[in-house]
Nanobody, 126 residues
């Protein structure tokens, strides 16, 4: 099991910004797709953003397009989620994920990922 360490959550006001980070062990990161999911209170886990192993391709849920940006730093084995123009409905526990399937360019479905971070809480107040 690959240990992913996601962090950076916290409390923000609507319209504000937060940046989440997800660190993966060296060697587990370079050739695999990664993504961010979130689970709002009382709801199922949903896709937020995904990025290819090279970082050259990305995908976003419609609800975050134009506001969130996913990126990765191969030297630091870290994936980031920059969240701008936050809304109250962005409140959720956010999880980073790593796919062990090298054939997946960008995973947008929960089942395409095998390894998960512990989750970091993001709370947006009005």
């Amino acid at each position: 099991q690959v240990q992913l360490a996601d962090s950076g959550g916290g409390l923000a006001q609507a319209g504000g910004s937060l940046r989440l980070s997800c660190a993966a062990p060296e060697g587990a990161f370079s050739s695999l797709a990664m993504g961010w999911f979130r689970q709002p209170p009382g709801k199922e886990r949903e896709f937020v953003a995904g990025i290819s192993w090279s970082g050259g391709s990305t995908s976003y849920a419609d609800s975050v397009k134009g506001r969130f940006t996913i990126s990765r730093d191969g030297y630091k084995n870290t994936v980031y989620l920059q969240m701008n123009s936050l809304k109250v409905e962005d409140t959720a526990v956010y999880y980073c994920a790593l796919s062990s399937n090298s054939h997946i360019l960008i995973g947008t479905h929960y089942g395409e990922y095998d390894h998960w971070g512990q989750g970091t809480q993001v709370t947006v107040s009005s």
